[in-house]
Structures are given as C-alpha cells and as structure tokens.
T-cell receptor, first 114, second 113 residues
Framework: NAGVTQTPKFQVLKTGQSMTLQCAQDMNHEYMSWYRQDPGMGLRLIHYSVGAGITDQGEVPNGYNVSRSTTEDFPLRLLSAAPSQTSVYFC?????????????FGDGTRLSIL | DAKTTQPNSMESNEEEPVHLPCNHSTISGTDYIHWYRQLPSQGPEYVIHGLTSNVNNRMASLAIAEDRKSSTLILHRATLRDAAVYYCILSDPLNFGNEKLTFGTGTRLTIIP
C-alpha cells in the first residue's frame, strides 16, 4: 500500500527560486492538507482541500500556492523561496473531515533555502 | 480550541505497558480526542481517537475519564519501535470549515531496552 507519497524527499534551493512539492495519495481520499514542521515546534497547516477543485488557506499560507485538479494529487508551490521557508513539509489525506477521521501522512520533504 | 497538557517526556522499559496521560480540562461536549505519534524522521502516524467511551485498536487503547477532562493512551507492551513523540489533540466536528488539527509539542517517549 503506497498511501501518501511525497516527492522529493530532500531539496536545496536558493533564495528566490520556485519549486513544486508533489503529493499523491491512492486511497481516494477527498481531504488533503499541507503542513510544515519547524524544529521543536508542532505542525502548522499551510493549505488544505476538501475535494477536487476546492482549496482553502490554513494558518500559514503566505508564500505558498496549491491547486487540486484531481482527487489523487495536491501539489504545493513555493513562488519565490525564502530562508524562512526552510522546514520539513508534510502532506496528509483523510476520508473526511480531520475533526473525526484519521489523517494519513507522507514521510515529508526536507527543504533548505540558502 | 480547547487545549491539552502533556508531560514533555516519559521513559518506559521495553516489553512493559506504557500509560501516556493527557489533560484537557476545557474539553467541550463535542470534542473528539485524537492521538498521533511521530517516529524520528517520519510523518505523524494516526494511533487512535474517541469521543466518550474507551477505545481499543491493534496499536493501543484509549481510556477516557468519566468527566472527559483527561485521557490516557495505553501501549500494552512497549517495543523499541514505539519510541516517538506522542500528540494528544482535541477536535470538534461541529467546527465547520476548520480542517486544522493543532499539534502541540507532545510527549517524547523513550523506550529503555
């Protein structure tokens, strides 16, 4: 079972570069989310989607864009990378609202911005 | 959102039961109690969740106090693989449009061989 797959696992960028973090799930889940985790801190929600064609902002959306053209994929785009975006990024999916359904997480993308 | 309080760290011996406490004195009547864990260099992993009654699954048991102001995650027989940070999280399904689970700093569980 693949579950939630994130690529790449590691990436180093220069300030000002753009890139897309990929996330795919094979569980036919409607809900998908992106979090970031900084050292010693809990996860913070960046953007989420409750279905194809629907996205919304989380608590730290600035500097990131998302789209949801299919149920399976939920890419996260960094428009112009900044050192403050150095973090570990996790994608998650669930069959329904995270308020009462389990979330399934990927193994993360470790991103460094120089 | 109602807050949870967990010890920063705990230690337990391998092959013994582990009881991880969580206090949530401001819990509302519709809040679910979730537990996730995060192993080193991995994403969080769902463990268990419940509302009022005690819950069991293949990974753990969740014991919820009668007044719901506290709960305990029980690992029945700890293995080295259970060393992780454990997060106790409250969520309210009636909080429409809020798709955020608040992961605090959790409890870092160390298993002693």
């Amino acid at each position: 079972n693949a579950g939630v797959t994130q690529t790449p696992k590691f990436q180093v960028l220069k300030t000002g570069q753009s890139m897309t973090l990929q996330c795919a799930q094979d569980m036919n889940h409607e809900y998908m989310s992106w979090y970031r985790q900084d050292p010693g801190m809990g996860l913070r929600l960046i953007h989420y989607s409750v279905g194809a064609g629907i996205t919304d902002q989380g608590e730290v959306p600035n500097g990131y864009n998302v789209s949801r053209s299919t149920t399976e994929d939920f890419p996260l785009r960094l428009l112009s990378a900044a050192p403050s975006q150095t973090s570990v990024y996790f994608c998650a999916s669930s069959s329904g609202t995270v308020q009462n359904q389990p979330q399934h997480f990927g193994d993360g993308t470790r991103l460094s911005i120089l | 959102d109602a807050k949870t309080t967990q010890p920063n760290s705990m230690e337990s011996n391998e092959e013994e039961p582990v009881h991880l406490p969580c206090n949530h004195s401001t819990i509302s009547g519709t809040d679910y109690i979730h537990w996730y864990r995060q192993l080193p260099s991995q994403g969080p992993e769902y463990v268990i969740h419940g509302l009022t009654s005690n819950v069991n699954n293949r990974m753990a048991s969740l014991a919820i106090a009668e007044d719901r102001k506290s709960s305990t995650l029980i690992l029945h027989r700890a293995t080295l693989r259970d060393a992780a940070v454990y997060y106790c999280i409250l969520s309210d399904p009636l909080n429409f449009g809020n798709e955020k689970l608040t992961f605090g700093t959790g409890t870092r569980l160390t298993i002693i061989p």
